[in-house]
């Protein structure tokens, strides 16, 4: 016969039994409830749509223009945001060197186009700012109107740029604006920037004529990765083939958007002797969109 105490152990040890597995699914099924709240909040914030390919991607690239004297303009191409921006950069502009400063240019020409994006990185990201990886994309100018094709066409009011005097001087006093092609940018450039006298607003008339062919033929954007691939004998990139791949997701995605902006922003400089430095304004400029 059991004892009192043995009767107890005995009784609570099958209580146990019974109830440990109850409170184990209990637990079970409070945590699956919770997991599904989570996903529901989640869908409904998302309006219960999947995030389309691309849409949630940022890139940043240092584009180059390879001739005897290379023009560069850094571009952001922002998913989240769904801009497109670009930033002419001067050639002399200093950039940090192991041995003290360089030009972008220098750089290009003596080491190439991938160690002037690092380096110009590497000005930016000073102290404890980090920017996001700088891809790089060199071609020549022929190159880049084959990119771009022969049928694409766009305006530039010139006005945006020059003032009347300087506009008159080149010939764009009665009707400021400009219509032309890719193959007609070059010379439009030129003839634009002969009318300044600062490499930073020399630089701008590049990223003006850039971003008035992009905004006003969108359809580029989805078609410069398949451009790129065609061309990769006469192009300089660090863009692999799963970069470009999700390049070209995010651009497919912009191209799509009813509220893409494409737009062009200034990266304010000082003159350094006879190289051209960023102001704080300046590298605050650039480190957004390196960022």
Partial sequence: MRSRPGVFWYSLGLTLLL????????????HQRQEQNVLRQAAAERGGLPVEQGAQDSWRMLLVVQQE?????????????????????PGNLQVAAPAGTTTLADCALSAGAGRAAQLLSQTIATGETAVGELYYLAATPACWQDCVGSTATARLDTAALLSKEQRTEIGYGEDSVAEFSAADAPELIATLQ?????????ADV?????????????????????????????????????????????????TAQP????????AETR???RETALTEAGMKTVRELLQ
């Fill in 259 to 266: 509220g893409l902006t494409v737009q062009y922003t200034t």
């Fill in 69 to 89: 004297e290379p023009a560069f303009v850094v571009a952001r191409v922002d998913g989240p945001a769904q801009t497109v921006t670009l930033c002419a950069l």
């Fill in 194 to 202: 002969g009318a300044l006298d600062t490499a930073g607003r020399q």
């Fill in 271 to 273: 003159r350094a002797g």
């Fill in 206 to 254: 590049r990223a003006a004529v850039w971003e008035a062919f992009v905004r006003q033929n969108p359809d580029l954007l989805a078609a410069m990765p398949e451009a790129w691939r065609q061309y990769s004998a006469r192009t300089l990139t660090d863009l692999m083939a799963t970069e470009l791949g999700g390049l070209e997701k995010t651009l497919d995605y912009l």
């Fill in 19 to 30: 109830l440990l597995p109850l409170i184990g699914l209990t637990a079970f099924l409070v």
